[in-house]
């Protein structure tokens, strides 16, 4: 795993070393910051099932404002602290740009006060995993917060009253939803 592009390009991240995280491709990555694009740049960013840390260090390669990870597994906690502790070295005013909270998604939403512009949410591949965590979700995104959660692709993009798809994207096993505010023209 590496970072695609940006301030921190290239640089390599550590994989994890048990079962169970499924870290997002570089090449799923690096369709999800296309497709944001240049919104991600001075972007408030909340990356959801953070495990490696790999969205959220891109986002801050790629010139995010402020990344909050949230991860429950104290495992994948310190493998994100390794992860930045490896890509920002030498860079001081990046460690100014991030926190890590460790807890469950759900748990994380209830207690912070949103004011994210981006939030991506990669949570386990079932259908309820993923309802639930857009659920969660839907407490802290605003109007103008754009949403991405990754699915499986054998299940239909989820649906939430409070958000309305934009699109999705497939790629290998893996989908990207995206969404916007219900309210949004």
Do not use: C
């Amino acid at each position: 795993m590496r970072i695609v592009a940006g301030e921190f390009k290239g640089r390599q991240l550590k994989a994890p070393t048990w079962e169970g995280l499924r870290p997002t491709s570089d090449r799923l990555r690096e369709t999800l910051f296309n497709v944001l694009g240049a919104s991600v740049r001075g972007a408030r960013v909340l990356d959801g099932y953070a495990g490696t840390g790999a969205i959220g260090i891109e986002a801050l390669s790629r010139g995010a404002a402020h990344v909050t990870f949230v991860e429950r597994d104290p495992r994948a906690v310190r493998l994100i602290e390794e992860n930045l502790a490896r890509v920002v070295s030498g860079t001081p005013a990046a460690r100014e740009r991030y926190a890590i909270i460790r807890a469950g998604f759900a748990d994380a939403a209830r207690r912070t006060s949103g004011g994210f512009e981006i939030v991506v949410l990669d949570p386990p591949y079932s259908e309820e995993a993923v309802k639930d965590a857009l659920d969660a979700a839907a407490r802290i995104t605003g109007p103008a917060t754009r949403l991405v959660i990754e699915h499986a692709k054998r299940y239909s993009p989820p649906e939430h009253a409070g958000l309305r798809l934009l699109r999705t994207i497939v790629s290998g096993d893996s989908a990207l939803s995206f969404f916007g505010a219900a309210d949004e023209g």
